[in-house]
């Protein structure tokens, strides 16, 4: 089975736990997800099944996620799920002010990931080490933060601001509830989070683990088809003839393209009859414009797609 799975991650389990549940309902070895997210969160979490696993690198980057966050306390993971480190009531805090220290997490900012959190330093992951009671000096990466939009405020003893994030990869929502905290000298953490769109998938289609579990029994499970999820990259058809030598591996000429594509691009290629055979790339080599597999869906040994 090839294709991809729109899951809604459930609360409490892991990414990790989520591709094992998949692999064992579908019987399937071969299953991978883009995106992490953490335990507590909730929502999209796209799912390769199969020989799609090798297009995971080519989704689009870009993630949205409705967040709440609660002001007036900080904690050592920078969600509910951390101890306590700071807890100071702030009923007076008001929205006006709030909103206007939101302003400079817009754009291109720098930003140091959660102490718990699965970034590799030095080969460790860095929850391992925050566990462990080791300190260590996370260096600030930058990020992009396409948007961010008020939804809500509760006014309260322990404010809380719901929020809907737009942004790039990398970029980590307890560490903009943390930094907002301490841009208003009150503390924030990270009280709920819901990914809504990840990869292209969006949260209104994703099907939960109930959901998936009860369409496999009925045999009615359809992945969504491989060329569906890199929809983003400009597409490329070729006659039968070349479709035959690029999916073997060679390099070819490509015909001409309907619109302007940059050097170096990445590029969908189907055959002239529509049928997806995979990435390819296009790179000016020797004086010429040449397009090289990257990744081949198909295979000449499939006499269905190259006949």
């Not at 702030?90 to 709030?98: A, G, H, K, S």
């Not at 942004?167 to 560490?175: E, K, S």
């Not at 009615?220 to 035959?244: N, S």
């Not at 393209?257 to 170096?264: D, M, T």
């Amino acid at each position: 089975m090839d294709g991809f799975l729109n899951l809604h991650k459930p609360a409490g389990f892991t990414s990790h736990d989520c591709v094992a549940k998949v692999r064992r309902l579908l019987k399937l070895k071969r299953v991978g997800h883009a995106g992490t997210l953490d335990p507590a969160a909730t929502g999209v979490l796209p799912i390769a099944l199969g020989r799609t696993t090798r297009l995971l690198q080519f989704l689009p980057q870009n993630k949205a996620y409705r967040a709440t966050i609660r002001l007036g306390m900080s904690t050592t993971t920078d969600d509910l799920e951390g101890a306590i480190l700071t807890r100071q009531p702030v009923p007076n805090l008001e929205l006006e002010t709030v909103q206007a220290a939101l302003q400079p997490f817009q754009g291109t900012i720098q930003q140091v990931p959660p102490s718990y959190s699965a970034i590799q330093v030095q080969g460790q992951r860095l929850y391992d080490l925050a566990r462990a009671g080791k300190e260590l000096t996370v260096q600030p990466r930058s990020v992009t933060v396409h948007r961010i939009t008020v939804l809500d405020w509760h006014s309260q003893d322990f404010p809380e601001l719901e929020v809907e994030i737009a942004c790039g990869p990398g970029t980590y929502i307890r560490a903009i509830a943390r930094d907002l905290g301490q841009a208003l000298q009150v503390g924030g953490t990270l009280a709920a989070l819901v990914r809504t769109e990840s990869s292209g998938f969006q949260l209104a289609d994703s099907l939960t683990l109930e959901v998936l579990e009860n369409q496999i029994l009925q045999g009615e499970f359809q992945p969504v088809a491989p060329d569906i999820a890199v929809q983003h990259l400009p597409a490329i058809a070729l006659p039968v003839a070349i479709a035959q030598r690029w999916c073997q591996g060679q390099q070819i000429v490509p015909p001409t393209l309907s619109i302007l594509v940059s050097n170096n691009a990445f590029l969908r290629v189907h055959r002239e009859d529509g049928c997806f055979l995979g990435i390819g790339q296009l790179m000016n080599l020797d004086a010429k414009t040449l397009l090289i597999p990257q990744m081949v869906f198909s295979s000449t040994t499939n006499s269905s797609l190259l006949s």
